[in-house]
């Protein structure tokens, strides 16, 4: 069965900062990755995904995530954070076996003035 | 933009009390996920359908949930009785037919239940 780690419950970053946000999973099988993004009290909303191809995948606001299979790893990075960056991340994993999507117990960003 | 609904937004309930939750997923989406999320946590697979056919209720706990999803699009997730430890997050989301397991699972934005 599949599994996902998020090593940090808590990233405290100053604004403009980089941050990188850790993903590591494990699975016996292909797998799908998503980073989804959650604001207090809404939804999960995917922020990216890795499907094949170029491992290096980029959001439409400035996060990017690089699929490492080496160290079956998915850490999640942003080169300069926002207030409005502040939010809980979840990492995810689907295999190519089933449509079982699992996640990770969540990181979250905490931007400091 | 398709989006998934839930309902309602917002429950409070009080413990030993029957409570569902209602949830309509995008249009021709055939997989349906509930999740559990509790506070300071992520979400936890209660529940998935492939069409009206449950394909994984593992982590369902069916003393008390239930779920069905009778004509294979809308969705209701129940508890009874409930319990304070039920307090939590309740997520639907839907997926595109098999074959597509590339693709993302769409959220709706949840039912916060409190148990009182």
């Known amino acids: 069965a599949q599994s996902v780690t998020q090593l940090d419950s808590q990233v405290p970053v100053f604004e403009e900062a980089p941050v990188e946000l850790r993903c590591n999973y494990s699975?016996?099988?292909?797998?799908?990755l998503f980073w989804y993004v959650q604001y207090p009290n809404q939804g999960l909303q995917l922020l990216l995904k890795y499907l094949s191809g170029s491992t290096l995948v980029e959001s439409i606001n400035g996060f990017e995530a690089e699929f490492n299979k080496s160290q079956t790893s998915f850490h999640l990075r942003k080169p300069s954070v926002h207030i409005s960056d502040t939010a809980e991340y979840f990492c995810a994993v689907r295999t190519n076996r089933d449509d079982k999507i699992i996640f990770g117990k969540g990181t979250r960003l905490h931007i400091l003035p | 933009e398709a989006e998934v609904a839930q309902s309602p937004r917002y429950k409070i309930t009080e413990k030993s009390q029957a409570v569902a939750f209602w949830c309509d997923p995008i249009s021709g989406h055939a997989t349906l996920y509930w999740y559990r999320q509790i506070l300071g946590q992520g979400p936890e697979l209660l529940v998935q359908f492939q069409d009206e056919s449950v394909v994984d209720d593992s982590q369902l706990p069916k003393d008390r949930f239930s779920a069905e999803r009778l004509k294979g699009v809308d969705s209701t997730l129940k508890i009874q009785p409930a319990e304070l430890g039920d307090s939590a997050m309740y997520l639907c989301?839907?997926?595109?037919?098999?074959?597509?397991?590339?693709?993302?699972?769409?959220f709706g934005q949840g039912t916060r239940l409190t148990v009182v």
């Open positions: 699975s016996s099988v292909s797998v799908y």
């Open positions: 989301a839907s997926s595109p037919p098999g074959g597509l397991r590339s693709n993302e699972a769409f």
